[in-house]
């Protein structure tokens, strides 16, 4: 029997990675449209500049139209507006995308030609485009600006109320002080993928009941045809599909085996109180707290006593949507304005300024409440002392983390390649697809100056949900933590889609008395079995 230790859990007040918590200013208003002139040049390729010219037009088109085939076939640069469950896609000009002209593109080819590492694996229109890229003058600002002209149609991403304004928010790249072994204080274990978690494909299940599935490796496979009665066999285990979470991007659950059982994988409490067995420690660090944030980050970096640095990259979670303990005004609203949609919490946009408020905590634009004094958790492998009650933190989700292979270069996201601090943003898959470029306008915050520049979608996130919804990585140093924790603004985006790229998307615009389409529509703009799945 594995035998545990318990840890006692206080903190304080929370000032994670050595930042004081900085608050929240800035203007409540996206930048104002302006005309850009661009210098633009004939494209080299075929139909390129006629297409330009149909995307200009198009900015001024009705795009209330009607498509009476949702499941045909839409195609980047020819159909002026596109639909998703989730939003709608304009074709617009690069010259009406404002400070297009301005942006230094130099500063976002080497994270474009990292996502194209990815991309040149994902059908001929990328490596086409990728390898036309690997001939561009990366130096010369002017050539790759005609090169995401010459290649690219840019389409303006608005909700689904045909909204153009968002949130810009920030992230960066933490570092906690940690131990490669259990020695006191560093007593909480950061944990990478269990071994018992299992992949369940939600699309294969039945709407109601019980069945019966095997499990080959780490995937659960559905037995169609069996009944209840067969679910006696050896090797088969019972899944009630009422207990499966259905609505994540992936369209994966996350399951244990318990018995003859399959049950949805242990919530954080459930892990911090009966620790994690089945899941290799990588290292262990003093401030839960911290550790948490880390987690709603998505990466970070422990130093170990020896000056030596673990770098820690997303590996996976546990299957539970992601219900951080937000922080209320006076009135007992929530200081974040958000929305739910199924599991999942979309962040709106909100002026409330907490900045004097010390028991809050703002983090990926969210306003958290700080951890209070609580119990203690597990540690595998240590005999237990006690009874262990958790850290005490509420929120059911619970990230693991994979140790990346060297520490040069960026923290990896979810793309799988190095971020680029100013230039890569973390972004809501369903909607934007990782590796696409995409232009962002807003404002710097406390400042309110002009923030446009084109950046790269290589990361994603638990907060990160909704159409017009991204998130700066600022690096990972003490101005970036602070940077990231002021970034809360409301911004504009444009996607920019290889032209000639099919895409899922319904061609036309569909309302029903105004209201967003129906779920018969496509969820992702572009289906990828990693990050966006379609039913």
């Not at 659960?220 to 009665?229: A, E, F, T």
């Not at 590996?315 to 974040?336: C, E, I, Q, V």
């Not at 958290?368 to 540690?379: E, H, I």
């Not at 520490?407 to 898959?429: E, F, K, M, Q, Y």
Request: net charge positive; charged share 25%.
């Amino acid at each position: 029997m594995t035998s545990f230790s318990i840890v006692r859990f206080a903190v304080g007040p929370w000032r994670l990675a050595g930042v004081v918590l900085a608050s929240l200013a800035g203007c409540a208003t996206a930048p104002p449209p302006t005309t850009a002139t661009t210098a633009t040049t004939e494209s080299t390729r075929p139909g390129a500049q006629a297409s330009l010219q149909s995307a200009a037009v198009s900015a001024t088109a009705p795009t209330r139209t009607t498509t009476t085939d949702p499941r045909s076939t839409s195609v980047a640069g020819q159909s002026r507006t596109l639909t998703t469950q989730l939003a709608t896609y304009t074709s617009v000009g690069f010259d009406t995308v404002p400070g297009w002209a301005r942006d230094d593109f130099a500063e976002t080819w080497p994270a474009f030609l990292q996502s194209c590492k990815v991309l040149t694996g994902r059908g001929a229109e990328w490596k086409q485009v990728c390898d036309r890229a690997a001939k561009v003058d990366s130096k010369s600002t002017p050539a790759i600006r005609n090169f995401f002209e010459s290649e690219f149609s840019p389409y303006q991403i608005q909700d689904d109320a045909k909204r153009p304004d968002g949130v810009v928010t920030g992230y960066f790249e933490p570092e906690i002080q940690g131990s490669r072994s259990y020695s006191p204080p560093y007593v909480y274990p950061v944990y990478a993928r269990p071994d018992d978690m299992l992949i369940l494909d939600v699309r294969k299940l039945p709407a109601t009941g019980t069945v019966a599935a095997r499990v080959q490796g780490r995937e659960v496979i559905v037995q169609s045809g069996l009944r209840i009665r067969d679910i006696d066999a050896p090797d088969l285990y019972a899944l009630d599909v009422s207990t499966v979470t259905r609505n994540t991007p992936d369209r994966k659950a996350r399951l244990r085996i318990e018995g003859r059982r399959l049950l949805p994988y242990y919530t954080r409490e459930e892990i911090e109180t009966r620790g994690a067995p089945h899941a290799k420690v990588i290292a262990f660090v003093s401030n839960v707290a911290a550790l948490y944030e880390m987690q709603i980050l998505g990466c970070g970096r422990i130093r170990l006593s020896n000056g030596d640095i673990i770098r820690l990259a997303y590996a996976d979670r546990n299957g539970h949507a992601f219900r951080p303990t937000l922080a209320r005004n006076a009135s007992g609203k929530t200081r974040s304005a958000v929305r739910t949609r199924g599991d999942l919490l979309e962040l709106e946009p909100s002026d409330d300024d907490d900045s004097a408020d010390l028991s809050t905590v703002r983090l990926r634009g969210f306003a958290l409440t700080r951890p209070v004094d609580a119990g203690a958790v597990l540690v595998p492998g240590r005999r237990a002392s006690g009874a262990a009650t958790g850290s005490g933190i509420k929120d059911p989700s619970y990230v693991f983390f994979k140790e990346t292979a060297s520490t040069r270069g960026g923290t990896i996201g979810a793309l799988g390649v190095p971020l680029s601090p100013g230039r890569s943003i973390a972004v809501d898959p369903r909607t934007t697809p990782l590796g696409y470029p995409v232009f962002v306008s807003t404002r710097t915050p406390r400042t309110g100056a002009p923030m446009q520049r084109l950046t790269i979608a290589q990361d994603t996130g638990d907060a990160i949900r909704g159409a017009v919804r991204a998130d700066y990585f600022f690096g990972n140093d003490q101005r970036a933590a602070s940077e990231a924790r002021q970034m809360k603004e409301r911004g504009q985006l444009w996607i920019l889609l290889p032209r000639g790229l099919p895409v899922t998307a319904v061609s036309g615009t569909l309302r029903t008395r105004g209201a967003a389409a129906g779920a018969d529509l496509p969820q992702c703009l572009v289906p990828d079995e990693e990050s966006c799945v379609d039913d």
